[in-house]
């Protein structure tokens, strides 16, 4: 076996013996006679080795190359350009490729792109390499040189739709039909050079699961056209990833049409016994009890929001803190839920509870409030009750546990209201003070609001955000300080 042979062997790369071969001699050559066949063979595997990588996962803009193998997936339009100092214009044409662990744009330029329009056909596998960039919709490579590899098996989808479930990072030219979730209000924001950029966001599910889309500028205003329960198509969206998530985004080039198909999506949730603390998690159940949305001052001078509501599963119930918009949503008792995303937090008296940010997707699969309102009198506690009873089972447990927690809440509630009224009067310093309220903010100071006035409190009793508790204390600077908070 000779010295080539020997280094080959050891080489875990795909790539022929042949090929390797020509690439030690050309390394003989170029290093002129200053290394022999074996140091130059040792120094070609490792350029190949450094250039393999596992799969399209591994690839990196910051990689000086890297070899690969793909199927394509689709096939973009030729597209001129003018190069500067040069009377001839480029062209380029990005290819969609993807293997069983990513997918990625690949770029063919000048001749390339000729060959590609001309000889490339989708579900076409190819041994691909090229210099990793980061392009406008995540990593790209610039194809340095291409061939056909029928003999290899890449097992991926070839479809102008996806699914949900079918969606890799990366991917990009997607389109996607999906049941609407939830809606997001348009926001703006400065961009580094300091134009003015919009955002929005839209959740979709089918029955393989659900998405955030981002849309961007132009497209941002389509999320306040849609309303929960529609259908609507995705075209030409991209996929991002953000923390640790994937999102569908839409651009200019993309769009976001209503059509008539029906999607089903049929949500995945976790039983609330099984919850845990500082856990991201889906639930679903029928809402026992609603409170007011409470409104409050944040340190920043800007006003928040906040609403509880109480949700029962077949296994146990939990109260739930909507936040910003999400206490906006249209939700009274008797209503079927799902929540996605909401994060499990340690709340009063050591119960779990869960809080809905902005990330978190609130969905009414089944809204039974208005009929409850209308048949069991202004708080719809029989239609509710009913309607927790089927939910929970031919006991009726569910039923008696929400008249006896709206009771508890009720109480709750009158003694806020009591407290509100007995110090309508901004409270003067050092006058004794019993307040009641949830809590907005769980820092130092706490901030309680009773839904009229908020309070600064100081103590160090841990509270979590939503809890509804009392401090009494003397107030110090327009500050309770508590003695006791119960």
């Not at 076996?1 to 013996?17: C, H, P, Q």
């Not at 008792?333 to 809080?355: K, M, T």
């Not at 004794?432 to 309070?455: H, K, R, S, W």
Request: proline share 2%; net charge negative; aromatic share 4%.
């Amino acid at each position: 076996m000779s010295d080539i042979e020997g280094v080959y062997e050891d080489l875990e790369a795909d790539v022929s013996l042949e090929e390797f071969r020509e690439a030690v001699e050309a390394k003989v050559e170029q290093m002129g006679g200053l290394a022999d066949e074996e140091t130059a063979a040792m120094l070609v595997a490792h350029e190949v080795g450094e250039s393999e990588v596992g799969g399209i996962a591994d690839i990196e803009p910051g990689m000086e190359e890297a070899k690969f193998v793909a199927k394509v997936l689709s096939i973009g339009e030729k597209r001129t350009f003018e190069r500067d100092g040069d009377d001839e214009d480029g062209q380029v044409v990005n290819v969609e490729v993807a293997d069983e662990t990513g997918s990625v744009r690949a770029a063919f330029w000048d001749d390339h792109a000729e060959a590609a329009i001309e000889e490339l056909e989708e579900g076409q596998v190819l041994r691909i390499k090229g210099r990793p960039k980061e392009g406008f919709s995540g990593v790209e490579v610039s194809v340095d040189d291409v061939e056909p590899d029928a003999d290899t098996e890449v097992d991926v989808q070839v479809s102008d739709t996806y699914a949900v479930e079918d969606l890799s990072l990366g991917l990009s030219n997607v389109n996607l039909v999906g049941l609407v979730l939830d809606t997001d209000s348009v926001r703006t924001f400065d961009r580094d050079d300091g134009s003015e950029g919009q955002v929005s966001n839209l959740v979709l599910g089918d029955p393989t699961g659900r998405i955030r889309v981002t849309l961007w500028d132009e497209r941002a205003a389509l999320a306040t056209e849609f309303e929960a329960g529609a259908t609507v198509e995705v075209i030409d969206g991209y996929v991002k990833e953000r923390d640790g998530s994937l999102e569908l985004h839409v651009g200019n080039r993309g769009a976001v049409e209503e059509v008539d198909d029906e999607v089903e999506y049929v949500p995945e949730s976790t039983p609330i016994e099984d919850v845990e603390i500082d856990q991201m998690v889906d639930l679903a159940g029928v809402v026992r009890s609603a409170d007011p949305k409470r409104t409050f001052d944040r340190d920043d001078g800007s006003e928040g929001q906040v609403r509880n509501i109480r949700v029962q599963d077949a296994t146990d119930d939990i109260r739930v803190a909507l936040w910003g918009e999400k206490a906006d949503i249209d939700i009274g008792p008797g209503d079927e839920v799902a929540l996605g995303d909401v994060e499990i937090q340690d709340g009063w008296q050591d119960d779990l509870e869960a809080s809905a940010g902005w990330q978190s997707t609130i969905t009414v699969l089944e809204s039974d409030s208005a009929d409850a309102s209308a048949a069991g009198g202004e708080d719809g506690s029989s239609d509710a009750n009913a309607g927790l009873s089927a939910f929970a089972g031919e006991d009726g447990d569910g039923s008696n546990g929400e008249t006896a927690d709206t009771g508890q809440d009720a109480s709750s509630g009158s003694e806020a209201a009591a407290s509100a009224d007995a110090d309508s009067d901004e409270p003067s310093d050092g006058e004794e003070l019993e307040f009641t309220g949830v809590v907005v903010q769980a820092g130092d100071p706490i901030v309680l609001d009773d839904g009229e006035t908020t309070m600064s409190v100081a103590t160090n009793v841990d509270v979590g955000l939503g809890e509804e508790i009392t401090a009494r204390g003397v107030v110090r600077d327009g500050r309770l300080e508590a003695n006791d908070v119960f």
